[in-house]
C-alpha cells in the first residue's frame, strides 16, 4: 500500500527567507501524481503545486517550487521569500497515475509558521 | 474563482442521531469527493462519486456512511447513526475530469465541522 510521510511536525522560519518541507513515499508504480496542499486557520485545503511522476523537470508556482526525487521517492516543497500568508498546515498527498477515482493519500502535515 | 460550498460549518450533534452534510460542487465538476480530517490527524478518503455511482469508497466508509446527488448542484454526506469517534471536520471535493487524466485536481471545499457528543 501507498505510504506518504512528512518526518517535520513543525517548522518556523523568518520572513523573507526560505524552507524546505520534506516528504516521501512508498509506492511500487512508475506512474503517479504528487501535490502539496496548503490548510491554512481558514481550514481550507489549497493546491499549492502538482508533480507528474513522468515529468523529470521539477514543478514551480511562484515563490513555491519542488525537488522530485524520482529514485529516492522524495518530493520537498521549497519556498521562497516566505510571507507571513504562508503560515498553515502543509500536506504532502500522492495519487495513483492510472484508474485512479479521486483517491489521494496524505501525508501527517507540517505545521508551518513564518515569523515576522 | 468558482469554489466548492460546504454546510453547515458546524453541527453539533447527538450520539446516535442522523446527520447530513451538504456540499455545492463547482458546477461544470463531474467527480465528487469527501474526506475526513479527525483532529491532529492525517486528511483521509472517504468516497469518491460519479454518474450516479460511488467509484470507490476507502474502508472508513461502512454501512452507516451513504452520499447522495439528490439534484443537480447538492451532493450530500449521511451519517446513519453518528458514534463519538465520527468527530471530524468533512471536506467536499470536486473535479471536471478523472483525477488520472492529468491536468486535472481537486478542489476542496472549506469543510464541515461534525462534534459528536
Known amino acids: 500500500a501507498q505510504t506518504v510521510t512528512q518526518s517535520q511536525p513543525e517548522m518556523s522560519v523568518q520572513e523573507a527567507e526560505t524552507v524546505t518541507l520534506s516528504c516521501t513515499y512508498d509506492?511500487?508504480?512508475?506512474?503517479?501524481?504528487l501535490f502539496w496542499y496548503k490548510q491554512p486557520p481558514s481550514r481550507q485545503m489549497i493546491l499549492v503545486i502538482r508533480?507528474?511522476?513522468?515529468?523529470?523537470q521539477n514543478a514551480t508556482e511562484n515563490r513555491f517550487s519542488v525537488n522530485f526525487q524520482k529514485a529516492a521517492k522524495s518530493f520537498s516543497l521549497k519556498i521562497s521569500d516566505s510571507q507571513l500568508g504562508d503560515t498553515a498546515m502543509y500536506f504532502c498527498?500522492?495519487?495513483?497515475?492510472?484508474?485512479?477515482?479521486?483517491?489521494?493519500?496524505f501525508g501527517q502535515g507540517t505545521t508551518l509558521q513564518v515569523k515576522p | 474563482e468558482p469554489e466548492v460550498t460546504q454546510t453547515p460549518s458546524h453541527q453539533v450533534t447527538q450520539m446516535g442521531q442522523e446527520v447530513i452534510l451538504r456540499c455545492v460542487p463547482i458546477?461544470?465538476?463531474?467527480?465528487f469527493y469527501w474526506y475526513r480530517q479527525i483532529l491532529g490527524q492525517k486528511v483521509e478518503f472517504l468516497v469518491s462519486?460519479?454518474?450516479?455511482?460511488?467509484?470507490?469508497k476507502s474502508e472508513i466508509f461502512d454501512d452507516q456512511f451513504s452520499v447522495e446527488r439528490p439534484d443537480g448542484s447538492n451532493f450530500t454526506l449521511k451519517i446513519r447513526s453518528t458514534k463519538l469517534e465520527d468527530s471530524a471536520m468533512y471536506f467536499c471535493?470536486?473535479?471536471?475530469?478523472?483525477?488520472?487524466?492529468?491536468?486535472?485536481?481537486?478542489?476542496f471545499g472549506a469543510g464541515s465541522r461534525l462534534t459528536v457528543l
Open positions: 462519486f460519479y454518474n450516479n455511482e460511488i467509484s470507490e
Open positions: 458546477s461544470n465538476h463531474l467527480y
Open positions: 509506492t511500487s508504480e512508475n506512474n503517479y501524481y
Open positions: 508533480q507528474e511522476a513522468y515529468k523529470q
Open positions: 471535493a470536486s473535479s471536471p475530469r478523472p483525477l488520472s487524466s492529468g491536468a486535472n485536481v481537486l478542489t
Open positions: 498527498a500522492f495519487a495513483h497515475g492510472s484508474g485512479n477515482t479521486g483517491k489521494l493519500i
